[in-house]
T-cell receptor
Framework: GQQVMQIPQYQHVQEGEDFTTYCNSSTTLSNIQWYKQRPGGHPVFLIQLVKSGEVKKQKRLTFQFGEAKKNSSLHITATQTTDVGTYFCAGNTGFQKLVFGTGTRLLVSP | DARVTQTPRHKVTEMGQEVTMRCQPILGHNTVFWYRQTMMQGLELLAYFRNRAPLDDSGMPKDRFSAEMPDATLATLKIQPSEPRDSAVYFC???????????FGPGTRLTVT
């Protein structure tokens, strides 16, 4: 079945450093979504990318969808302690359900 | 501010007991999902419904788990009998489209002793 892997599994940065998580699918995706889950919380939708090569920005967060629509990345510039949490990508192959990635847990030290 | 609600938020039970978790999706959302989250397995899709009809429950252990939508405002996930390996956080999510944005509830943290 379809698999969606994320790397790294875990990253610990100092506040102000940049952070990037990468998402790779075993199959071509019709779209990809990103979610953030704070410790003890639930996943919260951040963004959806649909087009090949698409880049979207939300303040300090930059999301990219690969040209082949099989990979994606989330980059956070100048991390803050409020960025702490686990970031999940979720891929849609067009079979009407999302497959969530393995997640990247981000820890930010002040 | 529309939200998905789940009850109970926490449940501790003994092995062999029946557990029922409830979810109220956001009004107007016709797709409902049940996920299980553990440290080891991550976020797993157990089942999902569209317009109250089950579309996929391949992620669910059929012998002990069952999921239903008695009406558009209620989804239930039942485990009978429960086992310690069922200990996890169970999330319900709803959306307008199965492949679209999903809104998650706060989850039910289940502990089976």
């Amino acid at each position: 079945g379809q698999q969606v892997m994320q790397i790294p599994q875990y990253q610990h940065v100092q506040e102000g450093e940049d952070f990037t998580t990468y998402c790779n699918s075993s199959t071509t995706l019709s779209n990809i979504q990103w979610y953030k889950q704070r410790p003890g919380g639930h996943p919260v939708f951040l963004i959806q990318l649909v087009k090949s090569g698409e880049v979207k920005k939300q303040k300090r967060l930059t999301f990219q969808f690969g040209e082949a629509k099989k990979n994606s990345s989330l980059h956070i510039t100048a991390t803050q302690t409020t960025d702490v949490g686990t970031y999940f990508c979720a891929g849609n192959t067009g079979f009407q359900k999302l497959v969530f990635g393995t997640g990247t847990r981000l820890l930010v030290s002040p | 501010d529309a939200r998905v609600t789940q009850t109970p938020r926490h449940k501790v039970t003994e092995m062999g007991q029946e557990v029922t978790m409830r979810c109220q999706p956001i009004l107007g959302h016709n797709t409902v999902f049940w996920y299980r989250q553990t440290m080891m397995q991550g976020l797993e899709l157990l089942a999902y419904f569209r317009n109250r009809a089950p579309l996929d429950d391949s992620g669910m252990p059929k012998d002990r788990f069952s999921a239903e939508m008695p009406d558009a405002t209620l989804a239930t996930l039942k485990i009978q009998p429960s086992e310690p390996r069922d200990s996890a956080v169970y999330f319900c999510a709803s959306g307008r489209l199965a492949g679209g944005e999903q809104y998650f509830g706060p989850g039910t943290r289940l502990t089976v002793t």
